[in-house]
Each structure stands twice: as structure tokens, then as C-alpha cells.
């Protein structure tokens, strides 16, 4: 069946939903066919700068060589085995996953997905604490199950049915557009104030737990202002709630250390894990401290899917985790967000359009505006800016609250003339539209 026939039958077959079309609908997309490193080939022989890192799972590089190897190996010895009891390489990962945790994070649970973990690490909040209160950042995302898009504001859309009970938003500390002057080191405490104090009243002794991105994503790519999770993870400490930080875009080397918290001097309660933890194979962590997890575990508790801790998707995380540790991956990361970010900041200075550019590492944004004074979204011209570069051979997403920021999450192989040749495209795209 050639590629216009299998494109045919797709229309016909496949459920194409919002997270499939984005801004360009699949069935007008590239068929990709093959991959490798920072580059994806579709079905007519063309050739796209990955920066999105395909899903953000393939962000050690399309088809990892040590991750293959290790699969295909794997694939031979032990792909499934029951979820009842361990295999070894679950094991395996388990402690090496361990060594690369701050104090008290020793424990994890290996799942699938990122909303997996995030709904695991909810259901354990609150069996530890005995509370069932959930706050949430208000441009939040965690997930696309019903429990985590409960808790992902920034995707909240009508017609999805009622939210599960007790969850809360809490406003986000987004320095481009807040409410109030975001001027000063700690221009973030009222919002913060007003957040505990939201909480106090509408879970008020039942508050179990604060889930937050320790940088906004999919919301926006939204820096943390210095010193806000740290004041945050205190104001739960007095209230006996726990600290959950969704890592799963952020951690494993992205944005230039191990784990994103530990560029803001605080150790969450628990952590979650996923997207190129499985070097582009399902798999995804919960993980916690020693009481945490007991606490939870009293009574009895059981969470998990048919293909959870599978053996072969193990053996690819614990490949993954050879890949960050021994090729130094944050380092990698700190070198390609230095280079796209002056290139970024020269466009930048270029165009009027570029309003603010932030992040860090392999993961950073550029907000378009209509307007650097009033700050007015460019939301069309965001669409047809993605379409430009689409059709230019360079693959990102559109992000944010007005899906007016270009979120750029380029892989951890890719190459100066690379990043060199995403930035001109982008260039390019920007001058059709100034």
C-alpha cells in the first residue's frame, strides 16, 4: 500500500484528536518513516530538525544507540513477565535510579506514562496524608487521563464531564504576564499568599498535596522566579501537605542538571519521571521518600497496569540512564540552550514580534506579540509561523495559555550547524510575517 493510500485509510481509521492535529491536522502532516539523532525523515524522503524531540520522548536522539542495543538484546532474554512479582532489570533500575536522587527520595514505582505517575503519585499524597485536597498551578499540565486533566489547567477545555473532587488552581507565577508588578527578586509573594490562602479556605486541614512543574511547560515554558518553590514547599510543610514536582519534561539532564529541583534548593516529597526516560520506550517513575511510601502502603494499596515495570522497557530506562550519567547530559543541555538562546535573543533583537524569550537548557520558548507594550498574544501569526518552518523543514510546538509561544525542545545530540540551520528557518519564518 503506498503512502496516499495508507494517509487514505488513516482518515477513515484512526481517531485523530486535538493532540494529534495541533496546529497543523495530521492528515495534512508528513508521514514519518524513519529517524535518526536530531532528524526524522517522512514517507517522500524529506528530512525535519526534530525540535520537539518527537513526543519530548526521544530527546537523547531518535533511536539511541546504547538504547537499541540494550532493547534488542533485552528483546531476546525477557520482554513481559508478571507485574505481581520483580524482574531483574526492574530491579536493576530501581537502584540505579536511586543513586541519582538527593536524600529522603529513595523509592519508585515504574509505571508507563507520564500521567501514570502523576496519578500515582496523587493517590499517594493522599493515603500518606490522609487528606484529599489537590492544588495545582493554574496553566498547569499533567496528563490527558481524567485524573491528571483535572489537574492540568492549561489544558482545560468544555465538554470533558465534571473534574474529580477537590482539586484546586492556584495561580502560577508567570513573570511576563502577572497580575501584579513582577518587578524585585520576590515580586511572586502575593500571588503565593494568595494561593495558600485559597487552599486554607477551599480544603481547609484536608490539604494533601501541591503538584507543580518546576518549569512550566506546555503552559507557557514559564521560568520559577527564584525562590518560590522553596517558599512554597515551606508553606506545605506547616500545613502537613507534601511537595509534588512533575519532572517528566524537565528532569534527567534537560535543563542542565540531574533534576530541575535541584537548581532551586529543595527536595520534593515526591518526584515523577517519564518522557525520554525510556529513550523513546513507555516507561515512567513515581518516586518518594521512606515514610511517604509506608505510610501509603498501610492497609494495603495497589496501583499499576498490565505492562507496568515491564522488563523490557526497564532495560531501556536503565540504558537511558547509562546514556545521562556517562555521556554527561546536563552538560550537553547547558551547551545547546547557551547557543539556541543567543540565537534566540539576536532574533529577538530583530523583531518586534519576539516579545520574551526564556527557559533553559533543551527545553526554552519564544513568546510572539502583536504589541511589545500591551503585550497582545500573536496567536495567527504563532499557526502560521509553525507552518512556515513545518513546511521548512524544522519541527516545535505551540504552547502556552493563548498558544501564541513556540516551545523548542531540541534533542541532547543535536549539532551546532544544526541548531545554526533551526535558527535560520525560524528567521526566515519571522520575516515573512514582520
Known amino acids: 500500500m ?3 493510500a495508507l494517509r487514505a485509510a488513516g482518515a477513515r481509521h484512526l481517531i485523530q484528536g486535538e493532540l494529534l492535529s495541533d496546529v497543523v491536522p495530521a492528515i495534512d502532516g508528513p508521514v514519518f518513516v524513519r529517524a535518526a539523532g536530531a532528524e526524522i525523515f517522512d514517507a517522500d524522503g524529506r528530512a525535519y530538525l526534530d525540535f520537539n524531540s518527537g513526543q519530548m520522548c526521544s530527546a537523547l536522539g531518535h533511536n539511541n544507540p546504547r538504547v537499541t542495543e540494550a532493547v534488542r538484546k533485552g528483546l531476546g532474554v525477557l520482554t513481559h513477565a508478571s507485574s505481581v512479582y520483580f524482574n531483574e532489570p526492574q530491579l536493576r533500575l530501581a537502584a540505579r535510579l536511586a543513586e541519582t536522587f538527593d536524600a529522603p527520595l529513595s523509592r519508585s514505582l515504574f509505571i508507563q506514562s507520564g500521567a501514570d505517575s502523576n496519578e500515582a503519585a496523587l493517590l499517594f499524597a493522599r493515603r500518606a496524608t490522609g487528606r484529599t485536597g489537590i492544588g495545582a498551578l493554574h496553566l498547569s499540565f499533567h496528563g490527558y487521563t481524567d485524573v491528571t486533566r483535572a489537574i492540568s489547567f492549561a489544558a482545560s477545555t468544555a465538554g470533558n464531564g465534571p473534574s474529580i473532587p477537590d482539586v484546586h488552581a492556584i495561580p502560577a507565577p508567570y513573570a511576563y504576564r502577572a497580575p501584579v508588578d513582577a518587578d524585585g527578586e520576590g515580586w511572586w ?4 499568599a494568595i494561593a495558600f490562602d485559597l487552599l486554607d479556605r477551599e480544603c481547609p486541614g484536608n490539604l494533601a498535596a501541591v503538584i507543580a512543574e518546576p518549569l512550566i511547560s506546555a503552559g507557557g515554558v514559564i521560568e520559577m522566579p527564584p525562590g518560590y518553590l522553596m517558599a512554597l514547599k515551606a508553606g506545605l510543610e506547616e500545613r502537613g501537605a507534601l511537595l509534588i514536582l512533575d519532572e517528566a519534561q524537565t528532569g534527567l539532564g534537560k535543563l542542565g542538571t540531574m533534576y530541575a529541583y535541584q537548581q532551586h534548593g529543595v527536595v520534593p516529597d515526591i518526584m515523577t519521571l517519564s518522557k525520554h526516560f525510556g529513550g523513546g520506550l513507555p516507561v515512567s517513575a513515581m518516586v518518594t521518600t521512606d515514610p511517604v511510601a509506608e505510610r501509603a502502603l498501610e492497609g494495603g494499596l495497589t496501583f499499576g497496569h498490565s505492562h507496568s515495570s515491564d522488563p523490557i522497557a526497564c532495560t531501556a530506562g536503565l540504558a537511558s540512564l547509562d546514556e545521562i550519567i556517562e555521556e554527561d547530559v546536563p552538560a550537553k543541555a547547558r551547551a545547546i540552550g ?5 540565537r534566540m535573543e539576536e532574533l529577538q533583537q530583530q523583531f ?6 526564556r527557559g533553559r537548557g533543551c527545553l526554552q520558548g519564544v ?3 502583536r504589541d511589545r507594550a500591551t503585550r497582545e498574544p500573536a496567536v495567527r501569526e504563532a499557526q502560521e509561523i509553525y507552518r512556515d518552518c513545518l513546511g521548512d523543514g524544522l519541527l516545535f510546538s505551540v504552547r502556552g495559555q493563548h498558544r501564541n509561544v513556540l516551545r523548542f525542545v531540541p534533542p541532547f545530540c543535536t549539532g551546532e550547524e544544526q541548531i545554526d540551520r533551526a535558527a ?8 515573512r510575517r514582520s
Not at 509573594?189 to 503565593?192: A, D, G, M, T, V
Open 367 to 369: 513568546e510572539l506579540v
Open 424 to 431: 535560520a528557518i525560524l528567521e526566515r519564518a519571522l520575516a
Open 2 to 4: 503506498d503512502i496516499e
Open 352 to 357: 518586534p514580534m519576539v516579545g520574551d524569550v
Open 189 to 192: 509573594r502575593p500571588l503565593l
Open 338 to 342: 547557551a547557543r539556541w538562546r543567543e
